[in-house]
């Protein structure tokens, strides 16, 4: 997904507050067999196809043994750009992604989908762009899911898999949107981004006080056609969910600031 995705994220970073990595999160890409399509009045498309030993990080024998089965990925894109308006369409597809645990205790494997939706106009100075996201059964944006482990594998018998992104992870679903503005003043270009993910479904339940909200701000600046400096600053609200009591765990808040100089050959 990330190879024809990610218009929305203009940003330079390493830090998740200060570009939208919660939204870009699912555009992991990993060693598979590709096609990208030549362009025909504006669209193109391109596909991904990436066997289990390059998505799934876990040891490939033992989930074998524990009845994990396969992890494979398939991702699909859809593009269109016209006289500066785009659009774009990215499909993930994963194999056993997550595991949905019922009230008696029992483990079902589940396949993993995220669907992304980016649109916007890039020409005569101006940059706005708007994104969609849905994810099921993958890495989410919740932070309660991060770190967590889950049992995999049948009744007396059962593992303790790590999260990761693609490899098992509890049976969730989210939803996300953003915005992003720009505009170039000759050699300036201002920026903003706006991001909101909405409470998550875990396991088939809606868990509140897990939605986010973030602003990202900032400009850079074009010495030359090889090198740009950048400086922009971010703050991000998430919630931490609720402990079994319905009381809150409050919320987390993160502000963050950084400068970056650019320079390719």
Do not use: C
């Not at 830090?15 to 025909?40: C, H, M, Q």
């Not at 967590?148 to 693609?166: C, F, Q, R, W, Y």
């Not at 809150?248 to 808040?253: D, E, F, P, Q, V």
């Not at 993160?254 to 400068?259: H, S």
Request: charged content about 20%.
């Amino acid at each position: 997904m990330k190879a024809n995705m990610d218009v929305v994220d203009p940003w330079e970073y390493n830090n998740e507050v200060l570009g939208l990595g919660k939204f870009t999160r699912t555009g992991e890409r990993y060693v598979g067999i590709a096609y990208d399509s030549p362009e025909w009045a504006g669209f193109k498309f391109n596909a991904l196809y990436s066997p289990r030993d390059n998505v799934n990080g876990g040891n490939r024998n033992s989930e074998y043994d524990y009845g994990m089965g396969a992890g494979d990925k398939y991702s699909v894109g859809l593009n269109y750009h016209n006289a500066g308006y785009f659009a774009k369409y990215g499909f993930n597809f994963l194999k056993n992604s997550a595991a949905m645990i019922s009230e008696s205790g029992h483990t079902k494997l589940k396949d993993g989908q995220v669907h992304r939706l980016e649109s916007g106009y890039d020409a005569n100075d101006l940059f706005v762009g708007v994104g969609y996201q849905y994810s099921k059964n993958t890495s989410s944006y919740f932070r309660g899911l991060k770190g967590a482990s889950i049992p995999v594998g049948g009744e007396g018998n059962l593992k303790t898999m790590n999260i990761g992104d693609h490899n098992v992870t509890w049976d969730n679903r989210g939803q996300e949107a953003v915005l992003t503005l720009g505009y170039h003043f000759n050699n300036v270009f201002p920026k903003i981004s706006y991001a909101h993910g909405w409470n998550v479904k875990i396991n088939g339940s809606k868990e509140k006080n897990t939605k986010y909200d973030q602003v990202v701000l900032g400009a850079d600046y074009d010495f030359s056609k090889h090198t740009t400096a950048n400086i922009q600053a971010g703050w991000l609200r998430e919630g931490n969910g609720y402990y079994e009591l319905n009381q809150s765990k409050g919320k987390n808040k993160t502000t963050a600031f950084g400068v970056g100089l650019k320079h390719t050959f």
